[in-house]
């Protein structure tokens, strides 16, 4: 029988593994919504209401036969998702728990209900803030918009006046931030009674450690974890350079991630649904800290799982989302390791030259047993991209290998065969991680 799913807001990654061969004739999909991060299909942003869009997606979709309402949007979808899938009667995360889990500021407040010691200190920055007496805490500090999403103006700062030029933005950064917020503001206005303002910015203590993302799902309310993957920054920053699986920690602090994202997510009331928890693990004194919960499934990991564990994210997600039991094995894939690389421009330089759309179909063709994408950008969209992210991503590499050294030997080919890197591009060193001794 085939089944009929309603995706929203689908992004490259779910878009490529929809058109996997397995899943014809057996899976039925039906994209709803826009890109984000691709003209001219984000120019929708502009005109998008939330409320509406839930109305008419209800209305489209009531007597289609509809399975499932699936999501990997970490912007828009989890809580469009849970609002269309309660309408049309199919399994959904409860609202309440996705609307405190993306206003980072009640995130904070559930955390230090849930697991105290595993919070940090924080505090919220009304918008509009101009004197120094109105920040909430010392600095240095994280500061980051009470709802965003992929790390969008998250930024460490050292001073107020660093943090005010952070802050300020001109007339069409105003209005893109206006329309990214908004829908999130009305839902919480229509659906809930929390009253601070998601325009606001988040102060957080400075989190030290390794960083990690544990993965799992919620079913009937028990929680299923997947795994961990080790988060790896670019030397001396705070910008992604990888994210690598298995983790190398010890099972002793994997089974202590483990315990707190059961903690946290039961705790918060996520019942239903695949999710990630950021957290760092303090090699001092072992303490972990909690980043952030993301209620969604996170597309760039979907074939990670699949390389080392036998099983692809996506297909577990789509079975979850239409009431059944994913099929979760663990360590029956065809590689022991997996990966997934990012190339950055840490500058702001840009691309050396714009490659064309068939020197990127080639350069793919070439690596065929990487899982490869490629965002080109220039002007004004890699201004905004280094200000608001902190760096330009322009490739990710998604591979695995028998060994470490094997699965890096495979990213450093397909680094060689770019020829349109930005200037300043050295090699990425890759180092090994210290794996935990128990």
Not at 237 to 248: H, M, W
Not at 280 to 303: K, L
Not at 305 to 323: K, M, P, Q, S, T
Request: net charge neutral; proline share 5%; aromatic share 12%.
């Amino acid at each position: 029988m085939t089944r009929r799913i309603l995706f929203l807001f689908p992004d490259e990654w779910d878009q490529a593994v929809a058109r996997d061969p397995r899943h014809r004739g057996r899976v039925e999909f039906h994209f709803e919504g826009f890109d984000l991060f691709s003209f001219p299909d984000n120019v929708r942003l502009f005109t998008f209401d939330a409320l509406s869009f839930v109305e008419r997606m209800v209305a489209r979709y009531r007597g289609m036969g509809i399975d499932a309402v699936v999501t990997s949007d970490e912007q828009f979808g989890p809580f469009l998702a849970s609002l269309i899938a309660s309408r049309l009667g199919l399994p959904h995360a409860p609202l309440a728990s996705i609307l405190a889990i993306q206003h980072k500021y009640y995130a904070r407040k559930a955390f230090e209900a849930i697991a105290p010691e595993s919070n940090v200190r924080f505090g919220l920055l009304r918008r509009g803030f101009s004197r120094a007496d109105e920040v909430p805490m010392a600095y240095p500090f994280y500061v980051k918009p009470a709802k965003a999403a992929f790390s969008v103006l998250a930024r460490k700062v050292e001073g107020f006046d660093e943090l005010y030029r952070h802050t300020r933005f001109g007339w069409l950064e105003h209005a893109i931030i206006e329309k990214l917020v908004r829908p999130f503001a009305d839902v919480m206005a229509a659906h809930s009674d929390l009253a601070e303002d998601p325009y606001s910015m988040v102060c957080e203590e400075i989190a030290r450690g390794r960083q990690v993302t544990a993965n799992g799902y919620a079913r009937e309310g028990r929680v299923t974890m997947l795994g961990t993957v080790d988060s790896i920054m670019y030397p001396g920053t705070d910008q992604f350079q990888r994210f690598q699986y298995p983790s190398s920690l010890s099972s002793r602090d994997l089974g202590r991630v483990d315990a707190l994202a059961v903690k946290l997510i039961e705790g918060i009331g996520f019942r239903h649904g695949v999710f990630n928890i950021e957290m760092r693990v303090d090699p001092a004194d072992g303490a972990i800290r909690v980043i952030e919960i993301n209620p969604r499934a996170a597309g760039q990991f979907y074939d990670l799982f699949e390389r080392v564990d036998g099983y692809n994210l996506f297909d577990a997600l789509i079975e979850l989302e239409c009431g059944g039991e994913p099929a979760i094995r663990f360590r029956e894939g065809r590689e022991k390791h997996a990966a997934s690389f990012v190339l950055r421009d840490l500058t702001g330089e840009g691309l050396s030259r714009w490659p064309s759309r068939a020197e990127l179909a080639a350069l793919k063709a070439r690596h065929s047993d990487a899982h490869v994408m490629f965002y080109p950008k220039r002007g004004a969209d890699l201004a905004r991209e280094m200000k608001w992210l902190g760096s330009y991503r322009y490739g990710v590499f998604n591979l695995g290998g028998e060994t470490l050294e094997q699965m890096f030997t495979r990213f450093r080919r397909i680094c060689a065969d770019i020829t349109f890197h930005p200037a300043s591009h050295r090699m990425p060193e890759l180092a090994l991680l210290e794996t935990g001794q128990d």
